[in-house]
């Protein structure tokens, strides 16, 4: 995954080029490429989409600002990643993410491991051919990712996120 924003800075002949910033992330704690002042990339999508997760030690819940379902092989396992739990056990531990939350994920982060993302593609063409035939596919295929409007016929539909 790259991350959605870069920093910029001048070099010494004055041009203009992008920058790395490897710092601490302030939520994780790991070593990564900041895309905010404070946050990597997974912990700024993870603040944006914060889910309800199971401790694997002590199987208490617990909101976490990470996407910590990334690391899980299966919607039913635990990852293989740790965050610390600031419930009973107090330990860096493996989570999963609770059941409820799952229909929650955005369709296009669902982990491959899953099969979402082959049926989440399956949907958005689906619904660009019931587009390009006139319909409006969201109200054809409520269940699907919502596709932007479009101002005519002719007219591509684009979306920056």
Same mark, same amino acid.
């Given at each position: 995954r790259r991350p959605l924003r870069a920093w910029f800075c001048f070099n010494?002949?004055?041009? +203009?080029?992008?920058?790395q910033i490897r710092r601490q992330c302030a939520a994780c704690?790991? #070593?990564?490429? +900041? *895309?905010?002042?404070? +946050?990597?990339d997974a912990c700024l999508f993870g603040s944006q989409n *914060?889910?309800?997760?199971?401790c694997?030690?002590?199987?208490?819940?617990?909101?976490?600002?990470?996407? #910590?379902?990334?690391?899980q092989s299966s919607p039913n396992s635990y990852? @293989?990643?740790?965050?610390a739990c600031h419930q009973r056990c107090g330990q860096y531990t493996n989570w999963r993410i609770v059941p409820e939350d799952v229909p929650r994920i955005p369709?296009?982060? *669902?982990?491959?491991s899953w099969g979402g993302f082959d049926r989440w593609l399956q949907q958005v063409r689906q619904q660009s051919l019931i587009?390009?035939?006139?319909?409006?596919? @969201?109200?054809? @295929?409520?269940?699907?990712?919502?596709?932007?409007?479009?101002?005519g016929s002719r007219s591509p539909a684009c979306s920056v996120q």
């Open positions: 010494d002949r004055g041009d +203009l080029e992008t920058t704690r790991q #070593m990564k490429e +900041l *895309v905010t002042t404070r +946050l990597c *914060v889910f309800t997760y199971e694997q030690g002590c199987r208490r819940r617990q909101r976490i600002p990470h996407p #910590m379902y990334r690391y990852g @293989n990643n740790t965050w369709q296009s982060d *669902v982990p491959q587009r390009r035939r006139g319909g409006d596919a @969201n109200a054809e @295929n409520p269940d699907g990712p919502p596709l932007p409007r479009t101002g």
